[in-house]
Structures are given as structure tokens and as C-alpha cells.
């Protein structure tokens, strides 16, 4: 008697995920930002879920080639990062989301600092607008008295 033993081979692919960075960077305002990816053999009951724990990133969605998400307005000064992880089936990546500080109508920038002086540059924001004159008065240790005048005007 004669056996055959047939062998069939199936050669499963198996997906693979990848973002295209590893940050993004918004301004200040905020507003919608995305991380683009590649997904090779995708599987079709899976979509890439993304999640962050800062509060004021948001609205994850997946549109098949990139992550959308929107990021809160930053009323601060000073800059801020968050992690988000994003999910495709059992493969994990992490990108950081960079927001800028908030800069007012005016930037200063010091100069110098001495015993009895400050010196600056106000950078208005506007550089079409005009700007006022001012006088500050200070009283310095010892009853010294010290009097400044400034005009910020655009050149």
C-alpha cells in the first residue's frame, strides 16, 4: 500500500506598521495635526487607535494613511510635549506632539542688567501700529529715585 502525503504551504504575511516621524510640531494656536504612517498587509478588521493622556490632545482618528488628532490652543508661554501611542493590532509606536508657547503683543528682549539700569528691546508684534511714550518711576533701596522714559515705535 501507498501513502501520499501532500503538503500545502501557506505563506501568511504578516502587517507591518510604521510611522513616518517620531514628532510632530504645532504652533501656539493649536488647531488639527496629523502623523502620517505606512501599513504594509494591512488585515482588515484593524485600524490604527491612537490615545494620548494630555489633556488637550484629542479627536484621534485613523483615515488609512495617517493619524488626525486636534491640539488645544496654548495659552502659556512656555512650550509643552505630550506622548501619544498609536496601535495597529499587537504593534505599538509612540510619536511626541511639540506645542509652542504663546507670544504676546510685544517680545522683550534684556540686554543688560546693572546695579541702577535695565536695558531692553521691546519687539512689537504689530509693526505697523504706533506706539505711545511712557515714564516709569521707581524708588530704589536707600530713597534713590529713578526715572525712565521710553517711546516704542516701529522703524
Same mark, same amino acid.
Given at each position: 500500500?501507498?501513502?501520499?502525503v501532500?503538503?500545502? *504551504?501557506?505563506?501568511?504575511?504578516s ?13 501656539a494656536? !493649536?488647531g488639527?495635526?496629523? #502623523? ?12 490604527? =487607535? ?7 490632545l !484629542? ?7 495617517? *493619524? #488626525? ?10 512650550? &509643552?510635549?505630550?506622548? =501619544?501611542?498609536? /496601535?495597529?493590532? $499587537? %504593534?505599538?509606536?509612540?510619536f ?6 504663546? =507670544? !504676546?503683543?510685544?517680545?522683550f528682549? /534684556?540686554?543688560?542688567?546693572?546695579? $541702577?539700569?535695565?536695558?531692553? $528691546? /521691546? ?5 505697523? #501700529?504706533?506706539? %505711545?511714550?511712557? =515714564?516709569?518711576?521707581?524708588? #530704589?533701596p536707600? !530713597?534713590?529715585?529713578?526715572? &525712565? ?7
Amino acid at each position: 500500500m501507498e501513502f501520499i502525503v501532500r503538503m500545502e *504551504i501557506l505563506c501568511i504575511n504578516s502587517a507591518a506598521f510604521e510611522l513616518k516621524s517620531t514628532e510632530v510640531n504645532i504652533t501656539a494656536e !493649536g488647531g488639527q495635526a496629523s #502623523m502620517p504612517y505606512t501599513l504594509e498587509n494591512p488585515i482588515d478588521s484593524l485600524k490604527v =487607535v491612537a490615545e494620548s493622556e494630555a489633556g488637550w490632545l !484629542g479627536r484621534f482618528e485613523d483615515n488609512g494613511s495617517e *493619524i #488626525m488628532f486636534f491640539v488645544d490652543p496654548n495659552e502659556e508661554a512656555s512650550s &509643552r510635549s505630550a506622548e =501619544v501611542t498609536a /496601535v495597529y493590532g $499587537d %504593534i505599538v509606536q509612540t510619536f511626541t506632539v511639540n506645542q509652542d508657547g504663546a =507670544v !504676546g503683543p510685544f517680545q522683550f528682549n /534684556v540686554k543688560e542688567i546693572g546695579y $541702577d539700569h535695565i536695558t531692553y $528691546d /521691546v519687539i512689537p508684534e504689530d509693526k505697523e #501700529m504706533t506706539y %505711545i511714550s511712557y =515714564v516709569s518711576t521707581l524708588i #530704589m533701596p536707600a !530713597g534713590t529715585l529713578m526715572t &525712565r522714559t521710553r517711546t516704542f515705535r516701529t522703524s
